[in-house]
């Protein structure tokens, strides 16, 4: 076997499932741009119509302005008085193929196969809390709601597409990753596999539109992020990314953007919801090269590692102090030829991430995307024996209880990988 090979096809696999999102960003020969716009005051928008743009989009717990206007307008817009920072939106594209997997071959449960449950108690964890009365919004490429692991918990009254700032009430999939994802999260267990937080009720967030290419926009997060605690999520899933970038270019626009979207996070944090992201599947130290993923970058989030089943970190996971706030089970061992062996206790492709896909079907998947819903599902359970407890100590909690690291400074794990029963046993002390 040709090691190298099979490591640029796995890690591509991986950044197509896990949305690796490729920059699109507008040229020269686009006439119009969007551009995120934070304020200092009510009347800021009015003064930007004025100077001849359009303000689409409003979040006004973040005074922040979603603007549309001329390309590369950046200074324009920041010449109007009131306005504090401008960055232009950006857009990524998702890749097209899944990770190359099997299929589970058995017909009734599959829990035994879920390794990701057991190694995080998350099955004793239901006998305390299930996730009851909690609500965990998924920002993604929709979800299945006809799923038979599913159809119990997706609120499709509350799921909204959001496309180029335009809310729509479809939330249906147009990728199998959102439903992988939300299986991760609170799948029943109806027909075949249990979520983190298995009675939590799932709202589809759908930042990627039906037709053309499969593309989502920082704005469009954004807008998804604040419609989610408008309607009161315990917690909110971003496993979305992009590739980190190096210093320079965190020092430029980006880093705009980055405190931009460190805005919106923490308004939907005062109103009591938990955004949890996913920290991407580069294989980067973001600490010592000065690199910087978005959104676990964000002091709000909660950046989550990727995990094996034998409690190392996940070869692709990035890592670093700062941006990874704990670990969870993310599937694939330390290593590549690991990964790919036969003869290990989780033998591929079972030491992947088992969930649900459209139609009815399961499989595995791999990556920081599947391990960021299991803390999303277990903010869930925590939620509902603390129902007021606030994001900052929801996210105590958790860390508190985690194991395997040895503080909350573990650059791989943060405060350790998380433990589901743990955590909730700590809360009937």
Known sequence: MNIQSERRTFLKGIAATTVGLAATVPGTAVEEETYLVTTGSDNVAQKIEQAGYTVQNEIPAANLLIVRGPA?????????????????DLAYEIGTPPVDSAEPAIDATYTDLQWDKQITDAFAAHDIATGEGTRIAIIDTGVDHTHPDLAANVNTNLGRSVINGEFGSDGS????????????????????????????????????????P???????????ID???????????????????????????????????????????????TV???????????????????????????????TAPNDELAFYSNY???????????????????????????????????????????????????????????????????????????????????????????????????????TVESLLR
């Open 72 to 88: 590369n307008a950046t200074s324009g817009v920041q010449d109007v008085p009131g306005v504090h920072e401008v960055a232009p």
């Open 227 to 273: 419609y989610a605690a408008e309607i009161g999520a315990d917690a909110v899933n971003m496993s979305l990314g992009w590739e980190p970038r190096p210093p320079r270019e965190n020092q430029t626009s980006r880093g705009v953007r980055r405190v931009i979207c460190d805005r919106v996070v923490k308004s939907a944090r005062r109103r009591g919801t």
């Open 276 to 306: 949890v992201v996913s920290a991407g599947n580069e294989e980067t130290d973001l600490q010592h090269g000065g690199y910087r993923d978005m959104w676990t970058s964000l002091e709000s989030t909660i950046g989550v590692s990727a």
């Open 320 to 422: 670093g102090l700062g941006d990874i706030d704990v670990g969870a089970p993310g599937g694939g061992y330390e290593t590549l030829e690991k990964t790919l062996a036969n003869d290990t206790e989780w033998p591929n492709p079972t030491n992947r991430i088992l969930s649900t896909v459209p139609n009815d079907s399961y499989d595995y998947y791999v990556g920081t995307s599947m391990a960021s819903p299991q803390v999303a599902g277990l903010v869930g359970l925590v939620r509902e024996l603390s129902p007021s407890l606030q994001p900052n100590r929801v996210e105590g909690v958790i860390k508190r209880n985690a194991e395997v690291s040895n503080g909350r400074s573990d650059p791989e794990l943060g405060a350790g990988r998380i433990n589901a029963l743990h």
């Open 173 to 212: 999939p147009v990728h199998p990753h959102g439903t992988h994802v939300a299986g991760i999260t609170a799948a029943t267990g109806a027909q075949g596999v249990v979520g983190m937080a298995p009675d939590a009720e799932l709202v589809p967030l759908r930042v990627f539109p039906q037709e053309g």
């Open 214 to 224: 499969l593309i989502e926009r920082i704005s469009d997060c954004l807008l998804a």
